[in-house]
């Protein structure tokens, strides 16, 4: 026979057993909320001073992003202040003209910047590769694998938008990893 | 109430708050020892709330992956010790060969019945999966490593392959093999 109390218990875990398995779930699902709310993102924010003023700071660097059936897995590291590295990996394609908006410099310093440019592919698959700077084609591989460096100026305060652009006469079949390195020179 | 769902709820809280701390200390430490600069705001996006906010791509990939990695180091440790625990464990009691090897190491005192439960295996494993969920979209999406990515994925199918196991060994003591009779 059970107690009066037994049963009151009894009836207590009962009413509560689906509350405690709400909970379980809950412990479940909020970790994974969180972690997903803790996640940074890339935002630019304004630089303000003791009187309120922007100050000119730093050279920004930002990738464009997006999707491309040619162009994916786009990275960028930041390796110290003065340098950056990008890779990107080239798809097979086929003989065409390619192009995609890679990554956004601006120059947020009161003084003009050169920006130095040297990339390579490992792999030779006979593609021309540029980078589209202001409308203008710096050649930094031909099809012949030879690799060319660049130094651009960019004003103060401008902006500009870094085009990688790739030319192939005969279609390539496989997949390669393009990297490009980037360096701030004053 | 049921015991194993009180059971569930008492070993599911750990993990769940490792899960956060190793989130939060993996933006924090780095933050403070490169003395990143960011911001955090309040504004509703989709599910998130709150933002953590850093100036450029490069330093959001690398603060990511390290909060990402000290989240899944966090979780998987002690996975994987309560998985190679329980394994020892079960062969120790079928096989005299390990007890004589276990003797020898001298480790006698570490193999016990103490948290060898398949419960706590399959709810360690399972927030495990959660965060090789995380690690693996935010890999795809280029937002962390992908060493960290492939290391993540290598992790969760030892550990799936480990409950599994722990499974069938609990299995057995219910159901034992005919062979092991006859």
């Not at chain 1, 969180?34 to 924010?45: A, G, H, Q, R, S």
């Not at chain 1, 003989?95 to 050169?114: C, F, L, T, W």
């Not at chain 2, 969920?133 to 290598?154: D, E, F, L, P, R």
Request: aromatic share 10%; charged share 20%; glycine share 4%.
């Amino acid at each position: 026979m059970k107690t009066t109390k037994e049963k009151i218990k009894n009836i207590f875990g009962q009413i509560l057993e689906p509350f405690a398995l709400g909970l379980l779930a809950l412990l479940f699902i909020l970790p994974a909320i969180t972690v997903m709310n803790l996640t940074p993102i890339t935002k630019e924010f304004e630089k303000l001073d003791i009187l309120g003023v922007k100050t000119q700071g730093d050279v920004l660097i930002n990738l464009v992003g997006g999707s491309h059936e040619v162009f994916s897995e786009e990275m960028l590291n930041k390796i110290d202040e003065q340098s950056y590295s990008y890779s990107a990996r080239l798809n097979k394609r086929g003989a065409d003209s390619y192009s995609k908006p890679i990554m956004k410099i601006e120059n947020r310093k009161e003084e003009d910047i050169k920006i130095f440019f040297f990339g390579q592919t490992l792999t030779n698959t006979r593609s021309m590769i540029y980078l589209i700077i202001d409308n203008e084609y710096l050649a930094i591989q031909d099809s012949k694998g030879e690799t060319f460096d660049h130094e651009i100026e960019i004003p103060s305060g401008k902006t500009v938008t870094v085009f990688l652009a790739l030319e192939n006469l005969s279609g390539v079949q496989f997949s390669e990893i393009f990297d490009l390195s980037i360096k701030i020179t004053e | 109430m049921s015991k194993l769902l009180k059971r569930a709820l008492k070993i599911s809280l750990t993990p769940a708050i490792l899960m956060i701390v190793g989130k939060f200390l993996g933006i924090l430490i780095p933050t403070l020892i490169y003395d990143f600069e960011f911001v955090v705001q309040n504004e509703m996006m989709g599910i998130s709330s709150v933002q953590i906010l850093f100036p450029d791509t490069a330093t959001t990939l690398f603060v990511n992956s390290i909060s990402n990695l000290a989240m899944l180091i966090l979780i998987a440790i002690p996975t994987i010790y309560l998985i190679i625990k329980t394994s020892i464990y079960q062969t120790s009691l079928e096989n005299p060969r390990t007890v004589v090897k276990i003797t020898r190491l001298n480790i006698l005192k570490w193999i016990t019945k103490k948290n060898t439960s398949f419960l706590q295996i399959f709810i360690w494993s399972s927030f495990l999966l959660i965060s090789t969920a995380i690690i693996v979209v935010h890999t795809i999406q280029n937002m962390t490593y992908t060493w960290i990515g492939i290391s993540s994925g290598v992790i969760a199918l030892f550990c799936i392959w480990g409950t599994i196991r722990t499974f069938e060994l609990e299995i057995a003591k219910i159901y034992p093999e005919e062979s092991n009779y006859y």
